[in-house]
Nanobody, 124 residues
Framework: QVQLVESGGGLVQAGGSLRLSCAAS????????MGWFRQAPGKEREFVVG????????YYTDSVKGRFTISRDSAKNTVYLQMNTLKPEDTAVYYC?????????????????WGQGTQVTVSS
């Protein structure tokens, strides 16, 4: 069992930055690939970024490439999402999730554990 708790969301102006954290409980954290998803009002939850269980591979959806960076610290059981040059269209609830796959799949149903989400609002 893995429990995930996100933090770091908030209100920021366009062009600003935020750093999200996802703290995981459980001693098997390092054996899970991790992903960040987001869901805007009226839209489906979508994959944003992912990182393999080893941390050696990262995956980004095109709209955030060059602006977002995912990383993980296995000693702290934490995954981070650094978001720079934020845009109003990045406004959403952001969720971290854990997958038993070695890589980070884009499909929601490949993830077995989810956090409660953290709101990110980018004003124009």
């Amino acid at each position: 069992q893995v429990q995930l708790v996100e933090s770091g969301g908030g209100l920021v102006q366009a062009g600003g930055s935020l750093r999200l954290s996802c703290a995981a409980s459980g001693h098997t954290f390092s054996s899970y690939a991790m992903g960040w998803f987001r869901q805007a009002p009226g839209k489906e939850r979508e994959f944003v970024v992912g990182i393999s269980w080893s941390g050696g591979n990262t995956y980004y959806t095109d709209s955030v490439k060059g602006r977002f960076t995912i990383s993980r610290d296995s000693a702290k059981n934490t995954v981070y999402l650094q978001m720079n040059t934020l845009k109003p269209e990045d406004t959403a609830v952001y969720y971290c999730a854990a997958s038993r796959q070695a890589w980070a799949p884009h499909e929601l149903n490949e993830y077995v554990y989810w956090g409660q989400g953290t709101q990110v609002t980018v004003s124009s």
